[in-house]
């Protein structure tokens, strides 16, 4: 009897460390950028820059339209699966969702914004200092709600992921005349990282500790700067590729140097975001997939968010064959091959 009693306790013991070793490595995912991880924040302001419609989405849970600009599920997402928690991170402007459903995961990240002010004018998205003021009112939201023990430890513990910046280039600068005219590129490279690292002291001082700073992609190999790449026979624009690699240089100096200036911060540059997707478009076969050169979406050359239609008989079948969903960003298949690249690194460092 005695000897039953033992092994029971055991057994619960055992199980307690099993379930303690499957469970979640941080309380949250909390999420700022642009595209490459807006959930559907978009959705709610007055902007053209919106994605919450049919042909996306197709491939999402029961297919529906979220936001996300992509057919299915986007890199936090994929994140968010990988360290034991949910297999979506929710917007905060979502009204599907509320502080409840924000306990684990929130997104306060915008389609179309970039670290200048000035790049989320174009489309009037949220600028990245009002994705702060959005995750403030999070924080008191969450205090209210989970109590201020438990609210502190989640903000502290959580895993904050941060994506930003080919807008500044793709969407501003070479665009308009402003910058240009204050900048040649490699100043607005600096002046950008400048504008970064006030941004990674401020989520810092609010209490942020644990961070993943995503760099700029192949930017040059995105299909509609490809499209406009007339004498170059549509291949990637190198120039816009080579800043690319030049800024995420950058990123890396001001990490080394915020992780030296800041006591118990943890930041991480994940190179994936162009290493692994560099691979994939030069040799897309390799991975998989048949097409890297255009999107899946209406001819794949030019068309991003409403010109994306559902009635285009062009858009492909199987998204999972295609690099790119959209002229602008990638298909879910892609997404996760990129998360799948930089797991290691991520579990490794914040669990
Ligand atoms: C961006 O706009 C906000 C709000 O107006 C302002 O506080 C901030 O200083 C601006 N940033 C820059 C670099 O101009
Ligand atoms: C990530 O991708 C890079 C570039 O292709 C490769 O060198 C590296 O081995 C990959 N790492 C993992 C963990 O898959």
Known sequence: ????????????????????????????????????????????????????????????FGGRPTGRFSNGRILPDFISEAFGLKPIVPAYLDSMYSISDFTTGVC?????????????????????????????????????????????????????????????????????????????????????????????????????????????????CLPLERTTNIFGNHECIEEYNKVAVNFNEKLKGLVAKLNQDLPELKLVFTESMYDI???????????????????????GTFEVSCLCSKSNPLTCTDANKYVYWDAFHATERTNKIIVDNMTGLLLKEFS
């Open 1 to 60: 009897m005695a000897n039953l009693y033992i092994s029971c306790i055991l057994f619960t013991q055992l199980l307690l460390i099993h379930f303690a070793k499957t469970g979640a490595k941080v309380p949250a995912i909390i999420v700022f950028g642009d595209s490459t991880v807006d959930a559907g924040n978009n959705n709610v302001i007055p902007t053209l820059l919106k994605s919450n419609f049919q042909p996306y989405g197709r491939d999402f």
């Open 108 to 220: 306060f990240a915008s389609a179309g914004t970039g670290y200048d002010n000035a790049t989320s004018d174009v489309f009037n998205v949220i600028p990245l200092w009002k994705e702060v003021e959005y995750y403030k009112d999070y924080q008191s939201k969450l205090r209210a709600y989970l109590g201020h023990r438990k609210a502190n430890y989640v903000l502290r513990e959580a895993l904050y992921l941060v994506s930003l910046g080919t807008n500044d280039f793709l969407e501003n600068y070479y665009v308009f005349p402003l910058r240009q005219s204050e900048f040649t590129v490699e100043q607005y490279q600096d002046f950008l990282i400048g504008l970064s690292g006030n941004f990674l002291r401020e989520i810092y001082s609010l209490g942020a500790r644990k961070i993943s700073l995503t760099g700029l992609p192949p930017m040059g």
């Open 277 to 299: 997707a560099y691979q994939i478009i030069k040799k897309p076969a390799s991975f998989g997939f048949d097409v890297a050169r255009v999107a899946c979406c209406s001819t």
